[in-house]
């Protein structure tokens, strides 16, 4: 039985418990070349059908390197290749050589050009199917492995960073060397994730540190200084931190996500350097999805929801405890705006704005967007409402406990959710939020004094979290803009999140200055966060400029940036 639609994997047949990486990393021919050795659960017989997507399989053999009978099947557009392996009985594994393609889609491959410190950087992004790119192995989270032992061959002037524990370097000849990794906690594929580069670490406390490129390392650590007393509250709220160490990797400006969860080491956006700390509830985020996502983590692209917006609560409950009520509510009512935005992106798609979704036939890239976050906040936070914090945090402890090092599904967490808090869900309503496209009526509103102020306009924005919930609620009048512009400065701020939300205002308001101050944001950065919203408008408003300025940023960008930017393009061309 193949129960997660985006992957070959078959439940009867048998699991990967552990795999061994060794591969080389070649920045010329931009590829990765070695292999990967499978080692099963249990030994098994028969057929084994592995993920894959753009690889060269060179060769595959038992663990002791006797030769198996396998077919690579021709490639679907979204799943890949299935590779079958025949496998001999009492199989207690499988070894693969193989190489990546340059056009791996979990990699990208920046030239010195297009880093801080002019070395080349090579890293990758593997949610949510694109480990199938990287290695043969069975590419849903239902499967989690440990890792044996991972060893990069590398240019010896860099090094590999890797979502795992560091065994060290071994040198292997006069220009490269060998950094090897270990990963004892079982991890859904998708949370595979290395990174090799000119990089500097930064202490941060005895079992946090940053790591950047050199010239960026400073101002990093500076952003992130945070991060011990942000992985404290995590543990008062939620228990035990299972991961060891918790180090954050700041990412080239083409890392197309705010943050990625890797175990260990969260790869963060540059965007977030705003030089005054405003941006780092993305760093809670991250560190939340060490309980929410990465020890308990969801089945399948399906039930993305249990990742997210179980993480947006958890991030909000550790700003809450750090910062207090006001600003947990300021961050949950900006991600309303957010929320609404997808909304109205999906309103000819609503069965994508449901938590619980059938993405069979569907590129869960496509479908992502910021309903499983907000939405799926929105309905914890109902729970907790209904059911009272109390009561909600013995739950919450309880579930991480249940499931941990778990992938489960939306209703493994309503069972459990029925067996501790009876009849919770039904007065929540939590099958409407669930199963209903839309927001239901009655869904929670962030609210706080200051939150109410700040909207009236009966109180100034006192630090960047309040100007941009002011920003989110003001009108596009060109005379305001151009006031509010003197007054705060808006289109020179660092912080992207402020400035991209102005610049969205000046387009919609039809100021010509908006067009350049787009062109800045979109070569500054290729976080889809900003992307998005700001090639939706352009395009909207003037078509020519944002195929302009996109083939002028366009190799600045990560190929799942280039994909939704194209899919903006060419969506506003055709409503036109
Ligand atoms: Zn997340």
């Known amino acids: 039985m193949r129960p997660d639609p985006h992957s070959y994997a078959d439940v009867d047949q048998p699991r990967t418990r552990s795999i061994d990486l060794a591969l080389r990393v070649n920045f010329s021919r931009r590829t990765l070349e070695g292999e990967i050795a499978l080692h099963f659960h249990e030994p098994a017989v028969g057929n084994l059908d592995l993920d894959t997507r753009d690889l ?14 396998y077919e690579l099947a021709p490639a679907q557009p979204i799943l890949g290749s299935r ?5 001999p009985s009492r199989a207690d594994g499988a070894r693969i050589r193989y190489g ?27 949610q949510p199917i694109h480990a199938r790119s990287l290695a043969p192995l069975q590419d849903t989270p239902r499967i989690r492995i440990t890792i044996g032992s991972a060893r990069f061959t590398v240019p010896s002037q860099l090094r590999t960073l ?13 220009t490269e060397a060998v950094d090897v990794f270990e990963m004892p906690q079982p991890i859904p594929p998708y949370l595979l994730a290395f990174a090799v580069g000119d990089v500097t670490p930064r202490e941060l406390s005895p079992r946090c540190a940053v790591w950047a490129e050199r010239p960026l390392a400073d101002a990093a650590a500076y952003e992130f200084a945070e991060a011990e007393s942000m992985l404290r509250a995590g543990e008062e709220l939620f228990g035990p931190y299972e991961w060891d160490r918790y180090d954050v990797l700041l990412m080239p400006p083409s890392f197309p996500y705010g943050g990625m969860e890797n175990p260990r080491l969260t790869f963060v956006t540059p965007s977030v350097l705003a030089g005054d700390r405003s941006l780092v509830s993305v760093i809670a985020h991250e560190l939340a999805h060490a309980w929410t996502g990465n020890l308990v983590t969801n089945a399948s692209a399906n039930d993305f929801w249990l990742n997210e917006g179980f993480t947006v609560y958890a991030e909000r409950r550790i700003l809450e405890a750090l910062y207090g009520r006001d600003v947990a509510e300021l961050h949950a009512a900006s991600g309303r705006h957010d929320l609404q935005t997808a909304l109205d992106r999906f309103a000819a798609r609503p069965e994508l704005t449901r938590l619980r979704t059938d993405l069979e036939g569907v590129d869960p890239d496509e479908a992502y967007s910021s309903v499983p976050y907000e939405k799926g906040y929105l309905l914890l936070r109902k729970l907790e409402e209904v059911a009272g914090r109390p009561a909600w945090d013995r739950f919450l402890r309880a579930y991480l406990g249940k499931f941990r090092f778990q992938s489960i599904t939306t209703d493994d967490f309503l069972q459990f959710l029925e067996t501790q808090l009876p009849g919770l869900a039904a007065r929540a309503g939590a099958l409407e939020f669930i199963d209903r ?15 109410e102020a700040l909207r009236s306009g009966g109180a100034e924005p006192r630090n960047p979290t309040e100007l941009l919930v002011v920003l989110q609620t003001t009108a596009p009048d060109v005379t305001k803009l151009r006031e509010l512009d003197s007054r705060w400065d808006l289109s020179r701020r660092k912080s992207l999140e402020l400035r991209h939300t102005f610049v969205l205002l000046q387009l919609r308001a039809g100021m010509p200055e908006g067009v350049d101050g787009a062109r800045r944001v979109l070569l500054e950065t290729g976080r889809m966060r900003y992307l998005r919203p700001i090639y939706t408008e352009l395009a909207r408003r003037d078509p020519a400029a944002a195929r302009r300025i996109y083939d002028d940023a366009r190799a600045g960008y ?13 969506e506003q061309s055709a409503e036109r």
């Open 56 to 69: 060269r399989i060179d060769s595959v053999t038992s663990l002791d390197g006797a030769p198996l009978r």
């Open 162 to 174: 890797m979502a795992a524990a560091s065994k060290g370097r071994e040198p292997s000849s006069d």
């Open 100 to 126: 990546t393609s340059p056009a791996a889609s979990a990699l990208q491959w920046l030239e010195p050009a297009q880093t801080a410190g002019g070395q080349s950087f090579l890293f990758s992004q593997c």
């Open 83 to 87: 590779l079958r392996v025949t496998l």
């Open 558 to 570: 990560h190929h799942i940036a280039r994909t939704v930017v194209e899919a903006v393009l060419k």
């Open 437 to 451: 496209p839309g927001l239901p009526g009655d869904a929670p509103q962030a609210r706080s004094a200051r939150l």
